[in-house]
């Protein structure tokens, strides 16, 4: 059985200091290369439909495309520090937050503005930067799933997962104050994802744990903006992110049907090494870091942050769910759930898988702002 110090290097998933172990030693650098080891296939088995819930979900696909530039509109002023303002005020941020005998007892309201400056920041960096490592997975899933209507519905997300892109980075460095480098877990965890050689495993760690994550996480901040931008841009990216999962899910559910139970074992390691990295990902600890803040002593704060504690558990509001329905959390021994108690998320079992709900996420006739 492989031990969790096997697999995430660590036997104590909150031990602080390995975690911040993990750095980002490159951030100057423009490139990042990652060997990719898979194989491109091709398949001369063109009969389209033969699996009929993801070619319903490559119709809805293309009668769902957006324009980043012309459909969000691009006009609305953003005083970044008048919405941060609003945003901490509106959601009680730092409410029941002890920081008594920290780094932060001495902080006014000017330091912890520019913590909210920083930390949208490093947030909207941090899913800009996801969104590139799902544009480069779901090509290679065009490559490498042996399904005509697998590769059709990818193709279309190849095209969202460069909208994602574009609109987060002109969101950035057009509305807000620049972009940070990527969080070295969320780093790691791409280059693993597009490293592997199975193209089922380049599904589970993006479209099922990135982008569940991700979904979650859009639902969470679109739901806490003031700003109507960001707001705006959020409902058109969480449109496209829950077709994204859902054909995750129905890809796996099938296709996991013929695994052993020593390979479903591996893929429920590796969605808790998954899970893992994404968590320890939003410690932020390159924000405290620039603001010259002890990394360790800020880190230990946060994670005693009932707002963030609660922000960590709701990212998996998504993903629990999923991997339950994809027998993930009860093969073999149930080693899933129990590794998802350990974190303390499995309650979000209950909650409904992204095969039953992503057509609620679907924008209605009229909702995409542009002139057709």
């Known amino acids: 059985m492989t031990s969790t110090e096997n697999i995430i290097g660590r036997a104590d998933v909150n031990d602080i200091e390995q975690i911040l ?90 330091e912890w503005t520019e913590l909210g400056i920083q930390s949208q920041n490093w947030t909207l960096s941090q899913f800009m930067h996801g969104e590139q490592g799902a544009l480069l997975c779901t090509a290679k899933i065009v490559e490498t799933v042996p399904w005509i209507d697998a590769k059709y519905y990818a193709s279309t997300q190849v095209m969202d997962e460069a909208r994602h892109v574009e609109v987060f980075a002109k969101y950035l460095n057009e509305k807000l104050s620049g972009h940070y480098p990527v969080n070295a877990h969320l780093k790691m965890l791409l280059d693993d994802i597009v490293r592997d050689s199975r193209w089922d495993m380049t599904y589970l760690g993006m479209q ?14 679109h739901q806490m903006t003031t700003e109507p931008l960001l707001k705006q841009l959020l409902r058109y990216v969480m449109s496209d ?42 410690l932020q600890q390159e924000v405290w870091d620039r603001m ?21 558990q709701m990212l998996f509001a998504k993903i629990v769910p999923n991997c339950k329905k ?37 924008l209605a006739d009229g909702e995409i702002a542009g002139v057709r």
Not at 215 to 221: D, E, I, Q, R
Not at 254 to 282: G, H, K, N, P, T
Not at 296 to 301: D, F, G, Q
């Open 208 to 221: 099922i744990m990135v982008e569940g994550l991700a979904l979650a996480a859009f639902g969470f901040m």
């Open 292 to 312: 010259g803040v002890p990394v360790k002593e800020a880190v230990n704060v946060v994670m005693h942050d009932p707002g963030q504690i609660l922000f960590q």
């Open 21 to 110: 172990m993990i750095s980002n030693t490159d951030v100057d650098a423009a490139i990042h290369a990652v060997e990719d080891n898979a194989d491109a296939i091709f398949t001369w088995d063109y009969e389209k439909g033969s699996r009929p819930a993801l070619n319903k979900l490559y119709e809805k696909a293309k009668n769902s495309q957006w324009n980043g530039e012309t459909d969000l509109d691009w006009s609305i002023n953003v005083d970044q520090e008048a919405v941060v303002v609003a945003n901490m005020a509106a959601n009680n941020r730092g409410v029941g937050l002890d920081v008594a005998g920290t780094c932060f007892e001495k902080w006014g309201d000017k």
């Open 241 to 282: 992110e829950a077709r994204h999962v859902a054909f995750g899910v129905l890809s796996l559910k099938e296709y996991y049907q013929e695994l052993s139970l020593d390979e479903i074992r591996e893929r429920q390691e590796f969605a808790f090494e998954a899970a893992v990295r994404m968590r320890d990902r939003f």
């Open 326 to 362: 994809l027998g993930l959390l009860d093969a073999g021994d149930g080693w899933l759930r129990t590794k998802f108690t350990e974190l303390g998320v499995i309650d979000f079992e209950h909650m409904p898988d992204t095969e039953e709900e992503y057509e609620t996420f679907a």
